[in-house]
């Protein structure tokens, strides 16, 4: 297996077959994360980019098998923040230092194109050294290129899995892989900074599933892959269903990091949820971005994704000094800034 973590890190692709080798072995993880750490320390330094999180709506048109604020779920509580709400978390985040700020929800048909660009373009007037990312679910190439006109900068839009079958398993039929893959290429072409990603051990996932993520990661080449834990929720068709593990998350980070050192790879607060130091445990694994959460805390309970998510403790944009001390203890810490990606640059930006 060394072989092929060597391989991968100085090639930054593996064969399909490779991969599913290296996915289906854990054996040389710890070798994988000191790997995994130098790559990261070339481009960011012990640096940590911070994203001030909004989850803006719980509503959503959707009903993804995996998650909690479906459509169908009847029991969840809805809410939805007013432009005046969410101005006020990025007012709070601001003075806290975040210079980034994602605004998250279900797809809520309430929020229209129009009032869309409405608060992006108030944001960013209010806020123009901050960059600004949306992950609001899938929308026509028009609104994309309307979004990013008015001053977004990066969008979220995770793939879920590269498969087709599997994504049949985890979605209804109105919800086609082709229909998230167009977007995501849409989104390119508008402009933005891409994330995709998926969840670690989500139902029907094999290891050639995870092999296929690679390839699509490696062709498509965003800017940031979220890799978080599948976490059940209790009001969901898989509530019954096995969580992904901690292991096998911190595996596909480590060996993200490889494929692509200069990508940006969020500790997920799902990792920090299955484990009490699970986003430490992802930093030293490669990841290099972690995202508090600057929604009303009344709020932050109702957007549950799935059972159990952090909501009142160290996730929380309010004990960033806690979260700062952290990552001191594992010799990190927060960049100043926007923390745009140092694509291209040949591992050169970051020399501490
Ligand atoms: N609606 C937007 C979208 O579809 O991209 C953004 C919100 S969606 C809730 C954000 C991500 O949460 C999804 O892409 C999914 O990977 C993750 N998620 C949902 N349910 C989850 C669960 N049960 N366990 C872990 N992650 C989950």
Same mark, same amino acid.
């Given at each position: 297996?060394?072989?092929?973590?060597?391989?991968?890190?100085?090639?930054?692709?593996?064969?399909?077959?490779?991969?599913?080798?290296?996915?289906?072995?854990?054996?040389?993880?710890?070798?994988?994360?000191?790997?995994?750490?130098?790559?990261?320390?070339?481009?960011?330094?012990?640096?940590?980019?911070?994203?001030?999180?909004?989850?803006?709506?719980?509503?959503?048109?959707?009903?993804?098998?995996?998650?909690?604020?479906?459509?169908?779920?009847?029991?969840?509580?809805?809410?939805?923040?007013?432009?005046?709400?969410?101005?006020?978390?990025?007012?709070?985040?601001?003075?806290?230092?975040?210079?980034?700020?994602?605004?998250?929800?279900?797809?809520?048909?309430?929020?229209?194109?129009?009032?869309?660009?409405?608060?992006?373009?108030?944001?960013?007037?209010?806020?123009?050294?901050?960059?600004?990312?949306?992950?609001?679910?899938?929308?026509?190439?028009?609104?994309?290129?309307?979004?990013?006109?008015?001053?977004?900068?990066?969008?979220?839009?995770?793939?879920?899995?590269?498969?087709?079958?599997?994504?049949?398993?985890?979605?209804?039929?109105?919800?086609?892989?082709?229909?998230?893959?167009?977007?995501?290429?849409?989104?390119?072409?508008?402009?933005?900074?891409?994330?995709? =990603?998926?969840? !670690? *051990?989500?139902? &029907? @996932? #094999?290891?050639?599933?995870?092999?296929?993520?690679? %390839?699509?990661?490696?062709?498509?080449?965003?800017?940031?892959?979220?890799?978080?834990?599948?976490?059940?929720?209790?009001?969901?068709?898989?509530? =019954?269903?096995? !969580? *992904?593990?901690? &292991? @096998? #998350?911190?595996?596909?980070?480590?060996?993200?990091? %490889?494929?692509?050192?200069?990508?940006?790879?969020?500790?997920?607060?799902?990792?920090?949820?299955?484990?009490?130091?699970?986003?430490?445990?992802?930093?030293?694994?490669?990841?290099?971005?972690?995202?508090?959460?600057?929604?009303?805390?009344?709020?932050?309970?109702?957007?549950?994704?799935?059972?159990?998510?952090?909501?009142?403790?160290?996730?929380?944009?309010?004990?960033?000094?806690?979260?700062?001390?952290?990552?001191?203890?594992?010799?990190?810490?927060?960049?100043?800034?926007?923390?745009?990606?140092?694509?291209?640059?040949?591992?050169?930006?970051?020399?501490?």
């Amino acid at each position: 297996m060394r072989k092929l973590i060597d391989r991968l890190e100085q090639n930054h692709s593996l064969e399909k077959e490779e991969w599913i080798a290296l996915i289906s072995s854990e054996s040389e993880k710890e070798y994988l994360f000191a790997r995994a750490r130098i790559a990261s320390r070339k481009y960011y330094g012990n640096h940590v980019y911070a994203r001030g999180l909004i989850e803006f709506t719980n509503y959503c048109r959707n009903n993804c098998y995996y998650c909690g604020i479906r459509h169908d779920n009847r029991n969840a509580a809805r809410y939805r923040l007013s432009e005046e709400e969410i101005l006020q978390c990025c007012e709070n985040g601001y003075r806290i230092g975040f210079r980034t700020f994602v605004l998250q929800g279900g797809e809520d048909v309430y929020y229209t194109d129009e009032r869309m660009v409405r608060l992006i373009t108030k944001i960013k007037s209010l806020y123009p050294d901050c960059a600004l990312t949306l992950s609001i679910g899938e929308r026509p190439k028009e609104s994309y290129k309307k979004f990013h006109d008015s001053g977004a900068d990066r969008y979220l839009l995770r793939h879920e899995t590269a498969v087709d079958p599997h994504y049949r398993m985890l979605h209804p039929e109105e919800l086609t892989l082709r229909s998230r893959m167009d977007c995501l290429w849409n989104l390119k072409e508008a402009g933005f900074q891409v994330g995709c =990603g998926f969840m !670690a *051990g989500s139902p &029907g @996932q #094999t290891a050639e599933c995870l092999a296929e993520d690679m %390839l699509f990661i490696t062709k498509f080449k965003p800017q940031m892959v979220g890799v978080g834990p599948f976490i059940p929720h209790h009001d969901t068709p898989f509530a =019954g269903k096995t !969580a *992904g593990t901690l &292991g @096998q #998350t911190l595996y596909m980070i480590g060996l993200l990091r %490889l494929l692509k050192p200069d990508l940006l790879i969020p500790a997920t607060t799902a990792l920090g949820t299955i484990c009490e130091n699970g986003r430490e445990l992802g930093i030293l694994a490669g990841a290099n971005v972690i995202m508090p959460n600057l929604s009303p805390k009344e709020n932050r309970k109702k957007y549950e994704l799935y059972d159990n998510k952090l909501c009142a403790g160290d996730e929380a944009a309010e004990s960033f000094q806690h979260l700062k001390s952290r990552l001191d203890k594992i010799g990190y810490r927060f960049a100043e800034g926007r923390g745009d990606p140092a694509e291209g640059l040949g591992g050169m930006k970051c020399t501490t």
